[in-house]
């Protein structure tokens, strides 16, 4: 089993950042690749970036591509997300996800284990 906790959402003006973090214990967190996905009000859940078990390779939906920036911290067992030019769009329940094995995953049915979220809040 592994035990996510995600925290650092809130409010923050369009044009602005946050940082995501992703909290993990249970099993060897570097046996694990790790993804972010995102859920508005009335929407699907969407991936948002996925990260590989070194934090080597990452892999971004293109409504983030260049804006979002995933990372990987194994001795703290932690994940990060770093959001910078938030746009209003960007507003949703924002859950980090893990899955055994190396590579990045960009489909939410690859993924076994998910934190509770945390909300990110875009306003004008």
């Known amino acids: 089993q592994v035990q996510l906790v995600e925290s650092g959402g809130g409010l923050v003006q369009a044009g602005g950042s946050l940082r995501l973090s992703c909290a993990a214990s249970?099993?060897?967190?570097?046996?694990?690749?790790m993804g972010w996905f995102r859920q508005a009000p009335g929407k699907e859940r969407e991936f948002v970036a996925a990260?590989?078990?070194?934090?080597?390779?990452?892999y971004y939906a293109d409504s983030v591509k260049g804006r979002f920036t995933a990372s990987r911290d194994n001795a703290k067992n932690t994940v990060y997300l770093q959001m910078n030019s938030l746009k209003l769009e960007d507003t949703a329940l924002y859950y980090c996800?893990?899955?055994?094995?190396?590579?990045?995953?960009?489909?939410?049915?690859?993924?076994?284990?998910w934190g509770q979220g945390t909300q990110v809040t875009v306003s004008s």
């Open positions: 996800a893990a899955v055994q094995g190396a590579g990045p995953r960009s489909s939410y049915y690859d993924y076994d284990y």
């Open positions: 249970g099993r060897t967190f570097s046996a694990y690749a």
């Open positions: 990260i590989n078990w070194s934090g080597g390779s990452t």
